[in-house]
């Protein structure tokens, strides 16, 4: 495919047809700035931008914005919650288009409001989807394109090869990302030529040196084969893609008894995850850089078996693309 038929690099005014996934704890300033500078696309993700990195929302993307004069992108994590999560999401999308910002991911929930504002702003919005079902009820809010998330990727994993949610995925007539077990350059070529028109990657640049996770996170990657990455329920509700480590075994996969009793109630499961979600953020937050064996609760994708060592962002790009 070439540049000038790419909507997404259209959408974007990404160079190469590459995202650095939004991540929570993993997407620092540094990370997302040196991704758009290589001519990929950064991603902000705002908890982590916050809540793990420490800067209010706007002075955050003003650091960026002064770390690289290229595009980034947003992130809005919009699953039904609290309302005054919602406004605050509606408080950060708000300021991310007063920046300028232009492209934005959403994820876990219905972005109709989302794509009502930034569509208002001339934007774009791509909605993570793990299957065709999600995809048909993106599409009745109007977004620009598609995440499609498969099972190798990291963080939420999906349940499809990526092949076969492409299938399921192109008769809807919009860009799809391939989300999930890429890292090198041949695995990039295979989604490209498969007829995705970019592809979204996280844990290869988690083993980078502008990421801030710990070395112990890093070279968990690096050591790591695919068959170290397990789906564990007991972060959020839902399957996470994580690497199994003494803590991952001890605690189990599983939610217990009475979180599943919760999470099956109609009218408590959104509540029993949104306590998971806090429990969670508070874990992952400080096994980002903590070095101890004691707090390695580290997200990864199956892409882990394409790594060995930690290189710069710029070189990550150049060698999957170049």
């Keep these: 495919m070439s540049d ?17 996934g939004p991540m929570y704890p993993c997407s620092n300033p ?28 706007s002075d955050g993307i003003d650091y960026i914005q ?14 039904k919650s609290s309302r005054h999560y919602r406004e605050k999401m509606q408080q950060y999308l708000d300021i ?19 794509t009502e504002k930034v569509h208002e702003c001339n934007g774009f919005v791509y909605h993570d989807v ?46 799809v990302v391939c989300a999930g077990g890429i890292a090198d350059k041949t695995s990039y070529i295979e989604a490209m030529e498969y007829g995705y028109q970019a592809v979204q990657m996280g844990t290869r ?21 695919e068959s170290d990455i397990v789906l564990s329920e007991r972060i959020t509700g839902v399957p996470v893609s994580v690497i199994n480590t003494p ?12 979180e599943a009793l919760m999470l099956k109630h109609s009218k408590l499961k959104h509540f029993m995850r949104t306590i998971l979600a806090l429990k969670s953020l ?10 101890s064996i004691n707090n390695d609760y580290w997200q990864a994708g199956k892409s882990v078996k394409s790594i060995d060592g930690v290189l710069s962002v710029k070189d990550i790009v150049e060698h999957i693309t170049g």
């Design 4 to 20: 000038t038929n790419n909507l997404f690099l259209q959408h974007s005014g990404a160079s190469v047809p590459l995202i650095c």
């Design 30 to 57: 540094e990370l997302v700035a040196a991704a758009s500078s290589a001519g990929a696309l950064g991603v902000i993700q705002p908890v982590s931008l916050t809540y793990v990195h420490g800067y209010e929302f």
């Design 66 to 79: 002064q770390l690289t004069d290229r595009p980034v992108a947003m992130n809005l994590l919009i699953e």
């Design 96 to 114: 991310a288009l007063n920046k300028g910002i232009r492209f934005f991911i959403t994820s876990l929930g219905k972005p109709d409001w989302v």
């Design 130 to 175: 793990t299957s065709a079902q999600w995809a048909e009820k993106a599409i009745t809010c109007h977004v620009d394109g598609l995440i499609a998330v498969n099972n190798r990727a990291g963080g939420h994993a999906g349940t499809l090869s990526y092949q076969q949610l492409f299938d399921d995925l192109k008769s809807f007539d919009l860009p």
């Design 205 to 225: 640049f988690i083993a980078s040196l502008e990421c801030s996770a710990s070395d112990s996170y890093k070279q968990a990657i690096i050591n790591a084969d």
């Design 247 to 258: 803590q991952v075994q001890r605690r189990g996969l599983k939610p217990n008894y009475i």
């Design 282 to 291: 508070y874990q992952l937050k400080h096994s980002l850089k903590d070095e």
